[in-house]
């Protein structure tokens, strides 16, 4: 089983104005690049790691290790704009392959 990251908070030095930082690692981000996320305080710092550890927890590693947090984000995207039309998204995946075929 894989390593979950510890996501956990570093003081940083040389930022002017934040103290600490979380970073969320390329294969968690939604973007699909790492993340770095600054802080105040250690407290806000904390918070926000394990907001996103409860949401690793409850939702998973690249959902199961079927699909990025990018690819659920598109998906989801791509849900939203055919739901006016009760179409299937695997029905319009399909369609779209035969007719490149």
Known sequence: ????????????????????????PESLSPTGRRRRYFFNT???AQLF??????????YGVHGGGLLSPSVKEQAAMALEAIKPFGVPLARVVADWIEKRL
Not at 3 to 23: D, G, R
């Open 49 to 58: 790691a394990r907001q996103q550890k409860s949401g690793l927890r409850l």
């Open 42 to 44: 250690k407290e806000e």
């Open 1 to 24: 089983m894989a390593n979950t990251p510890s996501l956990k908070p570093t003081k940083i030095n040389w930022a002017p104005k934040s103290e600490w930082k979380v970073e969320i």
